[in-house]
């Protein structure tokens, strides 16, 4: 398994976002009191919980949030384009599509790829399903959980050419990456690659984070709205 890596170096996130742990806790204070008492710890409660916190981001903000990532055919294109092992076009597996802004800009450069697009939020899901470039023949999204359910449940074995985890890792807790590697290493053929972009110890986002008292573990955030990040 390779792996090809493209830190973003800088990067910011709306000043909404970044309220105070406690500004967070007296919001849904709640809903913290009942997952405090079933997880003890903090970065427990807020991974089991998630999926819905990523529901509710994209139900406020459907797939306006994100641009769509048309610098992947200039950066990774050598990885995406036909070549003599995979003639009729490679198998993408997308982790934590989103909205699709991976999936569409893929989709619309390479007629014969086929990319398998899996989100822990089931809002996501749909609206990769309601996008009007939508076609069941060029893309399978589905709901999973990749800390947790087995890819082999949805995907063959070794049958992926090519794995993107764009700003992913980082929404999960450091403890469980080495899960997650492990879980996609199941259907990623051996000479497979996995690309990965995200966060970097020192980006601006995170030094906010830590700035705001927002820490709930060891590299691991908490943002206002619930979702994750952690320093790779």
């Known amino acids: 398994m390779k792996v090809e890596r493209n830190h973003r170096i800088s990067c910011s996130m709306p000043s909404i976002y970044l309220i105070s742990a406690v500004q967070f806790h007296r919001r849904f204070r709640s809903t913290v ?7 003890p ?15 509710n981001f994209y139900k406020l903000h459907k797939n306006k949030f994100f641009k769509d990532r048309h610098y992947l055919e200039k950066d990774w294109g050598q990885y995406f384009s036909d070549d003599a092992h995979s003639p009729n076009g490679k198998v993408v597996l997308e982790v934590g599509c989103g909205a699709g802004n991976t999936i569409f800009p893929l989709v619309a450069a390479y ?48 049958s992926v050419d090519v794995i993107t985890l764009i700003f992913m890792l ?6 469980k990456m080495p899960g ?15 690309l990965l972009r995200d966060y970097a110890v020192g980006d601006f986002a995170q030094v906010m984070l830590e700035a705001k008292n927002q820490m709930i573990g060891e590299s691991f955030y908490v943002r206002g709205d619930g979702t994750l990040a952690s320093k790779l």
Do not use: M
């Open 33 to 39: 009191i009942q997952a405090g008492r079933k997880y």
């Open 41 to 55: 710890n903090l970065d427990e409660c807020y991974q089991k919980n998630s999926s819905k916190f990523w529901d």
């Open 111 to 158: 007629p014969k790829i086929y990319v398998q697009a899996c989100d822990i939020s089931p809002h996501a899901v749909a609206l990769v399903k309601s996008h009007l470039e939508f076609r069941e023949d060029r893309v399978n999204a589905f709901v999973c959980d990749v800390t947790a359910d087995n890819l082999l449940k949805r995907i063959n074995p070794s």
């Open 170 to 175: 980082s929404a999960v807790s450091p403890y």
């Open 180 to 194: 997650i590697l492990q879980n996609i290493k199941r259907v990623l053929k051996p000479d497979g690659y996995v």
